[in-house]
Structure formats: C-alpha cells, structure tokens
C-alpha cells in the first residue's frame, strides 16, 4: 500500500510541475526518476513484464530530462547553484 501511494504522489506531481511553464517545471523531471523504483518494485511484485519495460523506458526519459535542464550546457558552477534552488546567499563569491 506504502508503495502505491508512493507512486500516486510522485507521479503525479512530476506531471503536473512538467506540464508547467514556469522556471520550476523542471524539479518535475528528479521527481519522475524518484517515482521510478516505486514503479519497478511494484512491477515485478505483480509480474507486469509490460510495466516493468516502460518503467526502464520512463527511467532514461526522466534521466534525459534531466540532462536537458540541469547539466547541458551549464558550468559547474551554474549546475551547482541550481540544484542550490533554496539557498538565498550568494555561495559562489567571485574572487577579486
């Protein structure tokens, strides 16, 4: 039952942040993949060969994602300050 909610909660909220066009449609993509163990345990607890399949297919898409939006193209240092989302300080302090 744990799992099932599990799967609810996570896979509706990475559908619903990456169906936005807001600046934080993106955090929908780490969500996805988060959900993904919850589909793969559920799959082969059930014997649902097909789930199990798409889940390893949605598993690269969410890992695509995030490439996409947290890494490509990006320094270190913008990719660090993303992932950084909640800090307000300024944590790259530029030497001088």
């Given at each position: 039952m744990i799992?099932?909610?599990f799967l609810f909660i996570l896979s509706v909220s990475a559908m619903f942040?990456?169906?936005?066009?807001?600046s934080w449609k993106k955090w929908g993509y780490p969500i996805g993949l988060a959900s993904q163990p919850f589909w793969i345990i559920s799959s082969v607890q059930n014997e649902t060969w097909g789930?199990?399949?798409?889940?390893c297919?949605?598993?690269i898409t969410w890992i695509m994602g995030i490439y996409n939006y947290f890494?490509?193209?990006k320094s270190k240092k913008e990719i660090w300050s993303d992932l950084l989302f909640w800090n307000d300080k300024m944590i790259w302090k530029e030497k001088k």
């Open positions: 799992i099932q909610i942040l990456i169906s936005r066009t807001e789930i199990l399949a798409l889940s297919c949605y598993t890494i490509k193209g």
